[in-house]
């Protein structure tokens, strides 16, 4: 397995540990999932609601 491979199933592996947390807390799971980004379902429609 080279460097990449193994870069790539570790952040594969601590984003959906990510997913499982985050849908424990909230009981929202993701929209969307890209290589580095996850997009969550927002009860409003402006993004501004959802920032801390």
Not at 35 to 51: E, K, Q, R
Request: net charge positive; aromatic share 4%; no cysteine.
């Amino acid at each position: 397995m080279g460097l990449r491979a193994a870069v790539l199933a570790a952040v594969g592996f601590g984003m959906r540990r990510n997913i499982l947390k985050t849908a424990a807390v909230t009981g929202r799971y993701p929209a969307a999932i890209a290589t580095d980004g996850i997009v969550h379902p927002s009860a409003s429609l402006s993004p501004l609601d959802v920032l801390p």
